[in-house]
């Protein structure tokens, strides 16, 4: 789309979303304990291709959580500044806010990826395996009644 210049089209903004069915089951997994960790996109997990919500400080790597769509991509810098204060309080740090949302030609982040690296290493040692039906898998798309291991 974005090649053709043509815009997505919702129905409903990113500020009304609510969290799917999947979501909350998940989440419920990680409060009970049966989910250590996952690696995808919030707080708990590796966001790996950013958060439109969220902007960080280039210096001090302090992450601010907003309320609304922070309108920037591409990991750029969004206008605002740290607002942290350094150590003993004499002033703050004032380093510049950047996006967290990649653009397609953007390196996933590092901290995160490491992250979900260690949490995978972590899942190795234990070999958690659940058995999932795979029917919205193109691989399995002819045969919807296969079924086939799914590493969580």
Same mark, same amino acid.
């Given at each position: 789309?974005?090649?053709?210049?043509?815009?997505?089209?919702?129905?409903?903004?990113?500020?009304?979303?609510?969290?799917?069915? !999947?979501?909350?089951?998940? #989440?419920?997994?990680? *409060?009970?304990?049966?989910?250590?960790? =996952?690696?995808?996109?919030? +707080?708990? %997990?590796?966001?790996?291709?950013?958060?439109?919500?969220?902007?960080?400080?280039?210096?001090?790597?302090?992450?601010?959580?907003?309320?609304?769509?922070?309108?920037?991509?591409?990991?750029?810098?969004?206008?605002?500044?740290?607002?942290? !204060?350094?150590?003993?309080? #004499?002033?703050?740090? *004032?380093?510049?806010?950047?996006?967290? =949302?990649?653009?397609?030609? +953007?390196? %996933?982040?590092?901290?995160?990826?490491?992250?979900?690296?260690?949490?995978?290493?972590?899942?190795?040692?234990?070999?958690?395996?659940?058995?999932?039906?795979?029917?919205?898998?193109?691989?399995?798309?002819?045969?919807?009644?296969?079924?086939?291991?799914?590493?969580?």
């Amino acid at each position: 789309m974005e090649e053709r210049g043509e815009m997505p089209h919702f129905n409903t903004t990113f500020e009304d979303s609510s969290p799917s069915l !999947t979501h909350i089951a998940l #989440l419920q997994l990680q *409060r009970t304990g049966h989910l250590k960790y =996952l690696i995808s996109q919030n +707080d708990r %997990l590796s966001e790996l291709h950013g958060n439109m919500f969220v902007e960080e400080c280039e210096k001090c790597d302090k992450q601010y959580v907003r309320d609304t769509v922070i309108g920037v991509m591409g990991v750029k810098p969004t206008g605002r500044y740290c607002d942290v !204060t350094r150590s003993r309080g #004499l002033r703050s740090c *004032r380093g510049k806010l950047i996006s967290t =949302l990649l653009d397609w030609e +953007d390196s %996933l982040p590092d901290r995160d990826l490491n992250r979900a690296d260690e949490a995978y290493s972590v899942y190795q040692q234990h070999q958690t395996v659940l058995w999932a039906s795979t029917c919205c898998s193109k691989e399995n798309n002819s045969n919807l009644g296969s079924r086939q291991r799914l590493n969580v």
